[in-house]
């Protein structure tokens, strides 16, 4: 009886049923599968001084980007960032820099705006199909910053990807608590709870600019007041509502609902029209 490795035609019986154009093909497809995932895509590891190079490229991102500033008091929470074209030709209304993530939170960015859309499809999904399918409720604003800090620390650690080059704003209410808060959202996954910060290009000089003119006690409208001077302070160029997205987060709007009669609160995020940020620009 034959076994696997007897000769037949004085060759090994392997050479019986693969030639040795098969056994190179399948010997170079294993060597490219190889290099491609240990050399091209390596997992990323710290340097000499402990840090992950590739965290540092996603910073650099965000310092490029756009200023935006997330000013919390107890009336509400504005989120306020530019909106800026490339070029006169670019239709600026469809770039929104600010979105809606469930009626009572927002999240505004700094940095790459791609990346920045598919977090904010994580975010819905997490909130509309999953959290709000099991407990009947969206999740609380902590809730959803530690999720988007798992996901965005997870590319970190995996080869194949990078990090996203983007920061966030995390601005809501939470119903548990019931006070409003916000939160940054860094390349790393780390997160911080903010009273008032900025991030992007100019976030040194917004910072220090809201230091000293933010407190507890600030009124909803003296908050966008200050949050539009910070913006004016420390972006070069004119302001004006079409280069501007600004979110309110405060008081449930009843009105947007399109019912009543029902015990459903309207929804608390609310992003200002071109005329009202004009308005606001011009009492400055």
């Not at 809501?172 to 608590?177: A, E, L, V």
Request: aromatic share 8%; charged share 20%.
């Amino acid at each position: 009886m034959r076994t696997p490795y007897s000769s037949v035609e004085g060759k090994p019986h392997f050479y019986s049923s693969y030639n040795g154009r098969q056994i190179l093909v399948f010997v170079n497809h294993i060597f490219a599968q190889v290099c491609f995932t240990s050399s091209c895509f390596p997992v990323p590891t710290n340097n000499h001084s402990g840090k992950l190079v590739q965290i540092e490229y996603a910073l650099n991102a965000v310092k490029q980007g756009v200023t935006t500033i997330g000013i919390k008091s107890a009336s509400g929470i504005v989120l306020a960032t530019e909106r800026k074209a490339n070029s006169n030709l670019l239709k600026n209304d469809c770039n929104n820099k600010v979105e809606m993530i469930t009626p009572d939170i927002a999240m505004t960015y700094s940095g790459m705006g791609p990346d920045f859309r598919v977090l904010v499809d994580r975010a819905r999904k997490l909130a509309h199909t999953n959290y709000k399918r099991i407990y009947n409720e969206y999740p609380p604003v902590k809730i959803m910053v530690q999720e988007l800090a798992m996901v965005m620390q997870e590319s970190t650690q995996s080869g194949g990807i990078r990090p996203f080059g983007v920061s966030l704003l995390v601005g809501g209410y939470d119903q548990h608590s019931e006070k409003f808060q916000l939160y940054q959202v860094d390349p790393s996954g780390s997160y911080f709870p903010w009273k008032a910060t900025a991030i992007g290009k100019t976030a040194v000089s917004a910072k220090t600019f809201l230091e000293k003119r933010w407190n507890e006690d600030l009124e909803l409208e003296d908050v966008i007041h200050v949050a539009l001077l910070a913006l004016k302070e420390s972006v070069d160029g004119e302001l004006t509502g079409e280069n501007l997205d600004i979110c309110v987060i405060s008081d449930p709007q009843d009105h947007m609902l399109g019912f009543s009669g029902t015990d459903v609160s309207g929804p608390r995020v609310k992003k200002l029209t071109a005329e009202e940020i004009n308005d606001r620009l011009e009492a400055l």
